[in-house]
């Protein structure tokens, strides 16, 4: 007897109406009568279940009666159309087995749940509809992410995680040390870092793109993809200590070819996952965030606006509306800025060329002297997703923006070096993985898109 | 003018003879005399280079003389078919503008260097030829490892890299903690944790296996792909402290399906790296494993053996020859017994159901109380590639391993509630990256397969 998936069963019906069949999952609902019953099966190849019918002639009629949910099961039976149900096709048993009755004690009864409380139930929610669509849709789109870059000739780095020295200031890393913490061995009164698995300090690294820039220069195009560590001590919606990143970085590219990139990188992915989860998103679309779909089928055909910093502030300040922060020119856009400049355009914003003082030492210096070649994609609902910049290409002029910010030299070395050997002028971005999934799922907390999230004193499981 | 990458003009030659492309890359070599000179030129998208002819008709021609390698470069002109040359083609140049002459301290000149020496400048060794082939072949591997799950129905799990607890124990883990090393928080003498970002010890996991479970039960079949850190101070030719891991769980499987999987997801990566990177190959077939071709297509067509291992001790106490470790029955096979035995079979071996004293407590328990149902995949050449297992899936007998191997199970009760709400027939494996990358490409050091390696006494860039 054929074993099948549950997804086979919906995409190839046809091919097994009348056929005996073998199913294996677990049970999400059982109603029962006194001749008859039906399960609705799920084997988590498929968003949805499949029906399986069982009558009394079946020799453990009883036995199957009292079946838990989540009890896993194997199912035995012939494949059969349906007149005027609900779904169109059931299996109609010959053999309903279970593997193993799960305990009464399992929590997904049927009854609604809060998304607080799955949190707490993180190695059970993905049974969920709700989660079992979330971390299809997460696993569909990581999978789009690389196809994207595989298809157009870009080379995948596994940047480092561990690191002595960053980018970005060693304020937001994390420690990491091999050396026993209750007794740490001392040299002068302080930590003995010589001791240590790498004979010094180490951390984890919140960014891969100086890396990035590295293999940009032998391969032209390249991208990262993993998990990056922060420390942030911020209790948000969208904020999480562990997350996945995707920094893209292109040599012989300039800021205006980093936008294009942005935008046909965005629109691939949306386009893409609405054919291949309708499903989900239909799902996401009526009981997550209502509108969902036409929201994301009108950024696949929607030119993206792009404007300057001065010009976003520009509207802001001309806005006949209070604000919680006043938008400045010399300053960050606070949430409620980027909410009201994709409104204002009705669909995604590029705002560019940003006040340098608020931003990264790499970032290429504009001929103004006044603003730096960086650009923040703002969506509607779900603001900033990409920010990116054109690095600084020029040795001095970089080495001389270090100095004004205090960055350390010596550390970074081999990242000057790019600056000396066949520099380029060349771009990259970084995009929040969990805040891309927020996006295209309508999922408003950054816990309920990463399968077990971790937040300030909160590390379970 | 368009801009083209020179993998185009290698795959699609015919359709650019005749046209003026521009090209953007850098300079491997230079040859010039008084009227003309050569430039093999590089941008990443293809291993090979393209040959630049540019004459003395260009007003710069004295300068381009004078580039470096690993000069920044724009080229144009027109793509022309060469007759009885090496490459049957090459770019009469208009035009050769340097965007970045080189500095000529730049450490890649043409002559031969070590792979000692490349790992001190890995910032820059991308740029030769053996890296370049290694971490294309990296990149696409990491692809076809996404590709062949996800057309199978798996879903991607990126499982958690903190963590509070490990089922391999915390030996080898690294500690994570946001806290000053330098003024620890203590509290009766002890460090406080309480006062860490998640307000208890955490570290960084080396498997995402125990997630996998739980994702797998949800979706049947899951995988991982992440890093992984250990804290192993051991400076081998195989050991990093930091890596890359591929974990499949799958619901409803046993260990002679997951030998079926191993084998033929193996197979795939094989024949699929073949046909997408021949040059790559064949360079490291001539330059660093002669026959590496040879062996590559004998694996995709030969069947694995099965054995237990009890058996490969037997053949191993049989054999005709003096052992450093002297093969015993209830012990790990050392890196000769692992070579001996794939010579022996002249191809991959799957060594099964081990002595459980030496595995971990979820492998699942044979029959006969002295064995565990856990499978080691040996290839001619890197010895064990994959471990994996049937895990076990019986509540009461899992309690009872985990006594006997004092393994805290307050920690662990997400992971044993698996086994009680639809517990299954389960099996995974875990396949290290770098490993499997080492066997195709015939590298015989992890540290010259990974982009940045992270290894004792050594965290550089």
């Known amino acids: 007897m054929e074993k099948v998936t549950i997804k086979e069963l919906f995409k190839n019906s046809e091919k097994y109406y009348g056929s005996q069949i073998q199913i294996q999952g677990w049970i999400r609902t059982l109603r029962d009568s006194k001749n008859f019953g039906f399960i609705e099966v799920n084997d988590g190849s498929y968003f949805k279940n499949v029906q399986v019918v069982f009558e009394n002639n079946l020799d453990n009629f009883d036995d199957i009666c009292k079946y838990t949910i989540s009890t896993s099961i194997t199912v035995e039976g012939e494949f059969v159309k349906t007149e005027g149900a609900k779904q169109s096709f059931e299996i109609k048993a010959s053999k309903v087995e279970a593997f193993n009755i799960a305990d009464s004690s399992y929590p997904l009864q049927k009854k609604h749940q809060t998304m607080e409380y799955m949190r707490t139930i993180a190695h059970l929610r993905p049974r969920t509809n709700t989660f079992s669509a979330v971390f299809r849709v997460r696993s569909v789109v990581a999978f789009l992410i690389h196809r994207y870059f595989q298809e157009r000739g870009y080379v995948y780095l596994t940047s480092p995680i561990i690191t002595c020295a960053d980018c970005e200031g060693s304020a937001e890393m994390f420690n990491l040390t091999k050396l026993d913490l209750d007794n740490l061995p001392l040299k002068d009164g302080k930590v003995d ?34 998990p990056t560590l922060r420390t942030e001590n911020s209790n948000t919606k969208t904020h999480a200590n562990e997350f996945w990143m995707i920094e893209p970085e292109i040599a012989f590219c ?27 998103l239909e799902f996401f679309d009526k009981f997550i965030e209502n509108g969902l779909i036409e929201k994301l089928k009108k950024v696949t055909t929607s030119k993206f606006t792009r404007l300057d910093h001065k010009e976003a ?147 379970n499981f």
Chains 1, 2 share one sequence.
């Not at 009201?340 to 210096?365: C, H, Q, R, S």
């Open 313 to 459: 502030i520009d509207i802001l300040k001309k806005a006949d509306r209070e604000w919680e922060f006043k938008p400045e020119y010399g300053e960050d856009l606070a949430k409620e800025h980027e909410k009201y400049i994709t409104e204002y355009f009705n669909g995604p914003v590029f705002v560019k060329n940003w006040p340098k003082d608020i931003k990264a030492f790499y970032m290429k210096l504009n001929e103004d002297g006044k603003t730096v070649a960086a650009v923040d994609l703002e969506v509607p609902g779900a603001g900033e997703i990409m920010g990116g910049s054109q690095r600084e290409e020029n040795y001095d002029k970089i080495v001389k923006r270090m100095e004004e910010m205090n960055i350390d030299r010596e550390e970074l070395y081999w990242y000057l070096e790019l600056r000396k050997y066949g520099s380029t002028i060349h771009s990259g971005f970084g995009l929040g993985f969990e805040r891309l999934l927020m996006y295209l799922t309508g999922m408003e907390n950054i816990r309920d898109v990463i399968p077990f999230p971790r937040t300030p004193n909160n590390c």
């Open 193 to 226: 870092y010589s001791q240590d698995l790498f004979g010094k300090k180490t951390f984890i690294t919140g960014t891969g793109q100086l890396h990035g820039e590295t293999f940009a220069h032998a391969f032209g195009k390249i991208y990262t993809f993993g």
């Open 254 to 280: 300039d800021l205006e070819d980093l936008m294009d990139l942005e935008e046909d990188f965005l629109k691939y992915i949306v386009k893409n996952i609405l054919e291949m989860c309708p499903e989900e």
